[in-house]
Every structure is written in structure tokens, then in C-alpha cells.
């Protein structure tokens, strides 16, 4: 039987750095998915205040075992 996977796209946000970021991200939604496969970085952002930084985000393609109901 063939495999068949879904992707979605998750952010994740740290106040670190954005492997931070994307790991907080790729753990958070682990918790709610299971057979997470593959975790691409799509995009890197930040989020600024006043000229500075105070968050890192990142954005990330995520790829799981689809089970049909």
C-alpha cells in the first residue's frame, strides 16, 4: 500500500533566534500531529519594535502521514 502525505504550513516565533523559531514550531505542532516526516524552512522574518529586534519567525512546511477516515 502506497503512502500518502499532507503538507501544511506552520510559524514559529522565538525571541532567540529563528532555528529557535522554526524548532518551537516543528515540536508544538508534533504534540499534535502524529508522523510528522519532513520540516522545510519556507521564510525568516522579524518582528521589530522601535528599530529593534524581538522576535524571530519562521516559517515552515510540514509534512505528515495522511490516514483517511
Do not use: H, P
Not at 522554526?22 to 519556507?42: H, P, S
Request: glycine share 4%.
Amino acid at each position: 500500500m502506497a503512502s500518502v502525505y499532507k503538507i501544511i504550513e506552520i510559524v514559529g516565533v522565538s525571541k532567540k533566534s529563528w532555528e529557535d523559531a522554526a524548532a518551537n514550531a516543528v515540536e508544538t505542532t508534533g504534540k499534535n500531529l502524529k508522523d510528522l516526516r519532513i520540516a522545510e524552512v519556507i521564510k525568516m522574518d522579524m518582528q521589530l519594535k522601535k528599530g529593534k529586534v524581538v522576535a524571530y519567525r519562521t516559517r515552515v512546511a510540514v509534512s505528515f502521514k495522511y490516514r483517511a477516515k
